[in-house]
């Protein structure tokens, strides 16, 4: 079975054999002129990175770009980056994002981190550098010789959040009350870059978070069923992408590096109703690629059965600008397009249409008014539990 060349010069070039430490790769029939055989040797070569290269195995150029695009790493396999609504949540006056108008977090307040840059998947859509669309060659399903300890990467992020909002300090129009709070984050958003649940002790990181006080969401591409059932300890919203309706839409929008991965997307979903945990879809709408068969994706939404469903409009930005991906700025849809999607699919589904954030083009379905109801979370509580609404937060529009 073939999977997509992230390159996008043909439509197959490679088959794997997979397993979770070592991919084996061999040339097909028809080749995009990427040295297969020599990819695959060097793929496993270590890079030569200063400071943890030795152990972060990151290829030095993607490490430059990466520190360029504003990445701090922490350790030899986690970074941190701050995200334009924490930043601009400090100023006065500044737009706040979705997760606080959805579920009450502070903007300025999150940290937005992996502790791992690897993925398995090369989405068309997504602002990440994808290794081998730059020219990079790495193997970054196997990236990573030894993982640091999940105490010293909580800390970390932590100590590179401040750092990251410590610039702001002078600037004349950044509320003062609000970035001291910024300097004392309580929560954290495990979706930075690359496939968190390749980190083999996530369980422990969120521990080490919850019992800083920090809440956590954890967002996963839904194709590591056995790393989420062995978690232990559950993130406070756990989320999966919801990519595609259907096989053959799946494959064409997150081009999988790994054989089988739609097959394992149902297998996780199987795990993922299951948890004792607030559970959420989020599904990145791209016109004339995924944004069609609502019906496809109301069915994934009765078989995950999650408390609640992002449906968000694709943004042109970061990688998903680059030739090779094959979009357009004119695939962007715009709100009319995204509510009457997510008004479809939640008559489908059962599933309630109740909120909408303007600047994120992300709307959200709950699955009944209960969930509704309890979206807020409490940070009173550590790990961030859920507490019903009180009068004049959110603004439902059902």
């Known amino acids: 079975m073939g999977i997509f060349c992230p390159m996008r010069m043909v439509k197959y070039i490679c088959f794997e054999k997979y397993t979770y430490r070592y991919p084996v790769i061999r040339p097909a029939a028809k080749r995009c002129g ?18 943890d290269a030795s152990r972060r195995r990151l290829p030095d150029s993607l490490f430059r770009m990466m520190k360029k695009q504003g990445y701090h790493f922490v350790g030899a396999h986690s970074a941190v980056k701050i995200c334009a609504y924490a930043s601009s949540g400090m100023k006065k006056g500044g737009k706040t ?71 702001f ?23 930075l870059t690359g496939e968190p649940l390749f980190y083999p002790k996530m ?22 069923a056995k790393a989420l059932a062995s978690l232990g300890t559950m993130p406070t919203q756990l989320y999966v992408s919801v990519q595609a309706p259907n096989r053959e839409v799946y494959e064409r929008t997150v081009r999988p590096k790994t054989v089988g991965a739609w097959q394992k997307f149902m297998e996780f979903l199987e795990v ?39 449906v968000k409009g694709f943004v042109f930005v970061g ?22 999607f997510a008004s479809e699919v939640a008559d489908l589904s059962g599933y309630l249409l109740v909120d909408y954030h303007e600047s994120s083009k992300v709307a959200l379905l709950c699955a009944d008014r209960a969930a509704a109801e309890r979206r807020i979370i409490d940070f009173a509580e550590a790990g961030g539990k859920s507490r019903t609404l009180h009068p004049g937060e959110g603004k439902n529009i059902a």
């Open 203 to 224: 369980g422990e990181l969120i521990s080490a978070f919850h019992a800083r006080g920090i809440s956590t969401f954890l967002v996963t591409n839904g194709t590591m």
């Open 272 to 310: 993922f109703h299951g948890l004792e945990t607030r559970k959420a879809f989020r599904m990145t709408l791209v016109k004339g690629l995924n944004m069609l068969d609502p019906a496809g994706y109301a069915e994934l939404i009765k078989k995950g059965k999650p408390d609640y469903v992002e």
């Open 169 to 191: 300090k002078g600037m004349e129009n950044v509320d003062r009350t609000r970035w001291l709070e910024a300097n004392e984050p309580r929560h954290v958003a495990l979706s």
């Open 34 to 51: 990427l040295p297969c055989r020599s990819l695959a040797r060097e793929m496993n070569e270590p890079s030569r990175t200063p400071g």
């Open 97 to 167: 994002c979705y997760k606080q108008r959805f579920y009450g977090i502070r903007s300025w307040r999150c940290i937005q981190a992996s502790p791992a840059i690897g993925c398995n998947l090369a989405c068309a859509f997504c602002w990440r550098i994808i290794p081998e669309e730059a020219g990079i060659k790495w193997n970054e399903l196997n990236a990573v010789a030894s993982w640091d300890d999940p105490e010293g990467i909580a800390d970390g992020m932590i100590e590179e959040q401040r750092r990251l909002v410590s610039g």
């Open 319 to 340: 990688g998903a600008r680059g030739e090779g991906r094959g979009l357009t700025y004119g695939q962007m849809p715009g709100k009319e397009e995204i509510m009457a």
